[in-house]
């Protein structure tokens, strides 16, 4: 069994944070293969969902706390499904990627996520994280307001294009191939090559027309 956690803030309002890009990936992960439909879990804090790959069990969580609290939710669902920290996969945003790079890494520090500072207080350190690039604003005091602001319109292109790639390139993580889903999310949000232009044929030159002589003669 794999249990996949998406970070985020629950409400409306706060649906399209920057902070809550991992509340999106989850939920692509689940249009697109197709897993049950999201029900509350009082006891674990979250709603959940489930979907069978290879014959292998996966649940999927969004933690109803707020953010600083998620590790409520996942040290529930640890604990009800006794799962090993290693069996859990946390995705959330990441400030120091940019925007619409996505990487894989297990166990470490918060490096100061909210989201992740309480998963690691409840269940330690050593689980997978996928880690959402969203671009850092440039400032550590604008920090709070950036993660907490919505996506910009012109954000939607690759945002976009890095949830597909993140849930098409899912079942890899799932058969623990971490490498290969790093592999085939890079190709899938990779700009598209221009076209090769034709090489032009060369200019042929013309052969040079001589004019006809004049006629020298007098007529007589």
Known sequence: MRLIIGLGN????????????GFMAVDAIVRRHSFAGWRMRGRLNAEATEATFAGEKVIALKPT????ESGQAVGAAQRFYKLDAEEIIVLHDELDLAPGKVRVKLDGGSAGHNGLRSVSAHIGPDYWRVRLGIGHPGEKDLVHHYVLSDFAKTDRTWLEKSLDAVAEAFPLLIEKNESS????V???TQPPRPARKKPEPEARDEPR??????????GS
């Open 10 to 21: 629950p409400g409306r309002g706060h649906a399209g944070n920057r902070h809550n890009i």
């Open 65 to 68: 706390t707020y953010m600083n």
């Open 181 to 184: 889903f790093m592999t085939r």
């Open 186 to 188: 890079a190709l899938l």
């Open 209 to 218: 027309r001589e004019a006809p002589e004049a006629d020298e003669s007098d």
